[in-house]
Nanobody, 119 residues
Framework: QVRLVESGGGLVQTGGSLRLSCAAS????????MGWFRQAPGKEREFVTR????????VYADSVKGRFTISRDNAKNTVYLQMNSLKPEDTAIYYC????????????WGQGTQVTVSS
């Protein structure tokens, strides 16, 4: 059973930085895509970024391009989300998710970590 555990959330001021981590276990991840999603209060969950673990190929939502960077450490089965120049509108619960490269649907989700950006 694949398990995803996020960490690294917290409270930061506008313009600050945070790094989230997502540790994966229980699977063989060479053919997986790992993604980050977020959900703000009263809003639907939205895609933030993803990375293909084998190639390192990345995709970002327009709202975070140039500010957020996703990376991976395949030896540790861990994905990171470096968030810089944070804005109040980045406040949300951030979720790590995983899927295989053969399906567009994310099958596995972490419990989420709260990120709060104060103005």
């Amino acid at each position: 059973q694949v398990r995803l555990v996020e960490s690294g959330g917290g409270l930061v001021q506008t313009g600050g930085s945070l790094r989230l981590s997502c540790a994966a276990s229980g699977g063989t991840f060479s053919r997986y895509v790992m993604g980050w999603f977020r959900q703000a209060p009263g809003k639907e969950r939205e895609f933030v970024t993803r990375i293909t673990l084998s190639s390192g190929s990345t995709v970002y939502a327009d709202s975070v391009k140039g500010r957020f960077t996703i990376s991976r450490d395949n030896a540790k089965n861990t994905v990171y989300l470096q968030m810089n120049s944070l804005k109040p509108e980045d406040t949300a619960i951030y979720y790590c998710a995983a899927r295989t490269i053969f399906t567009p649907d994310y099958s596995y989700w972490g419990q989420g970590t709260q990120v709060t950006v104060s103005s």
